[in-house]
């Protein structure tokens, strides 16, 4: 065997594709060892054959192809059906080039051919998927969306309701930011970034969100992100309307400060009665012209009027503004609040406090709350009376740590794990309630509240608050 003939021979059969030479009528001239493998023919049986690997309804569209050929058309490539010795058939990629002369006649065809029908098997599994994919997305009863780069490419019915779009065809395109606050924008790309390279959910984040008519609604998000195709990722959120949790949880913290105000009614009577009843002796004194005792006089009331105001700032609503407010007012205020309940119980406050306290970014009135709840536990754990010690700490100027440590009787193990959960409780006329509020309030301002006791040894409580806006 020449160069030449060693060079054709290892161009046919070293080849991964099957390989077919014909005349310009379709009479197979030679083949390849891979064309014998993948038609079941051997090269004897179908050399002089006329098309034997295409199925008798294509082999005038063949014929046609190759007087297209001959008239100067480019080479083909084309997927095609073709037959097999046993009569089965497979899907695969042809490309048919020109066989020419030294005169430049064509004299025949080389078509190549690559079996694709796994392939085809695979795309047609993957679409079928994408399809129930897409139908279970769909009628999903949670609003779901999918987006890449920014851009929204799918959304559910659920999600259309949700924000009032007719169809999904109406979201289509449109830029995801577009559904938030202005201001939001610079942290949801950061938490894209994030959770690009994480394998599971995320954890549900509240933030308000648009809708069609401009309004704004409290809302949940998770996402993931979806690798179904390598090369085309894509990120899946789920979205959860907050509008009716956040009514409920208001109309529990309303609740939750009437029993408050019900409670310490006995406290502020008794606060009340006492400056009254000096009153009661100085008017006496004032009727003998003695007027040296006014100052001590108006003292009293001015007290009074500092307990009432504080009674009615607990009972009336609040709009739930954050506000830049100063730690230390806030919790010498609610020590104040809370002097006439400690004294019923012989009780003594102690605080302690860093000189640098700084301001923090907050809903005075619900931290207000808070404190108040957890001192007010604090005092009736100790039947007996004794010490609660409040230290406020500022770390790194980062974080506000407020602790709140009680002598009081203390708390199980086994229900210390369970102090947060609706309606637990350790107390005789207990809801269960206040602490959860406290919890949900301090989440709410991206804080942590811990709880650590020990039975006959008193209780802990830490608040930990960010120290930024």
Same mark, same amino acid.
């Given at each position: $065997? ?42 004897? *049986? ?6 034997? $690997? ?8 063949? @014929? ?74 769909? @009628? ?45 924008? *610079? ?19 509240? &933030? ?31 979205? &959860? ?10 109309? %529990?913290?309303?609740? *939750? ?95 302690? $406090? ?20 957890? @001192? ?36 199980? *193990? ?18 269960? @309630? ?16 811990? %709880? ?18």
């Amino acid at each position: $065997m020449n160069l030449k003939e060693y060079l054709i021979d290892s161009f046919m059969n070293l080849t991964s594709d099957g390989i077919v030479i014909v005349d310009i009528n379709g009479t197979v001239l030679e083949v390849n060892k891979k064309f014998e493998e993948l038609h079941g023919w051997t090269r004897d *049986e179908v050399i002089g054959q006329v098309l034997p $690997m295409t199925p008798d309804d294509f082999k005038e569209d063949a @014929l046609q192809l190759y007087k297209s050929l001959i008239n100067g058309e480019q080479i083909k490539d084309f997927e095609a059906i073709k037959l097999r010795k046993d009569g089965t058939t497979f899907i695969a990629n042809v490309s048919v080039s020109p066989l020419k002369d030294t005169d430049g006649n064509v004299v025949g065809f080389v078509g190549l051919e690559r079996d694709i029908s796994e392939k085809k098997r695979v795309e047609e599994e993957l679409f079928e998927s994408e399809k129930q994919y897409r139908r279970l997305l769909k @009628l999903n009863p949670e609003p779901i969306v999918l987006h890449k780069d920014g851009l929204v490419l799918f959304v559910n019915d659920a999600c259309c309701n949700l924000f009032g779009e007719a169809s999904s065809d109406e979201f289509i395109g449109n830029s995801i930011y577009d559904y938030f606050c202005p201001k939001d924008k *610079e942290v949801i790309i950061e938490r894209i970034e994030q959770i690009m390279q994480m394998d599971n959910y995320s954890d549900f984040v509240e &933030r308000k969100m648009r809708k069609k008519d401009g309004t704004f609604f409290d809302a949940e998000i998770s996402s993931i992100y979806v690798h179904k195709n390598i090369g085309n990722p894509v990120m899946q959120s789920v979205i &959860r309307d907050l509008t009716e949790r956040k009514k409920s949880e208001e109309a %529990i913290i309303r609740s *939750e400060k009437l029993s408050l105000i019900g409670q310490l009614a006995a406290g502020i009577a008794h606060d009340i009665r006492n400056p009254l009843t000096s009153l009661k002796g100085f008017v006496h004194l004032l009727k003998a012209k003695n007027a040296d005792y006014v100052d001590v006089m108006m003292e009293e009331l001015e007290h009074i009027n500092y307990v009432v105001n504080e009674f009615m700032t607990l009972a009336k609503p609040h709009l739930s503004y954050y506000l830049e407010s100063n730690p230390r007012e806030l919790v010498q205020s609610v020590i104040a609040f809370l002097q006439p309940h400690a004294h019923l119980y012989n009780v003594q406050i102690q605080l302690d $406090m860093d000189q640098d306290i700084p301001v923090i970014y907050c809903i005075p009135d619900q931290i207000k709350q808070v404190l108040i709840n957890i @001192l007010k536990n604090a005092i009736e754990s100790m039947v007996n009376g004794g010490l609660i010690q409040i230290s406020v700490r500022n770390v790194l100027d980062e974080r506000l740590i407020i602790c709140v440590e009680d002598q009081g009787v203390g708390i199980s *193990e086994d229900k210390l794990t369970q102090l947060g959960e609706p309606f637990f409780t350790t107390k005789t006329n207990g809801t269960g @309630l206040g602490l959860m509020v406290c919890k949900r309030i301090i989440h709410g301002h991206d804080g942590d509240l811990t %709880i650590q006791s020990k039975i006959n040894h008193g209780t802990t409580v830490q608040i930990e608050l960010p120290i930024k806006k």
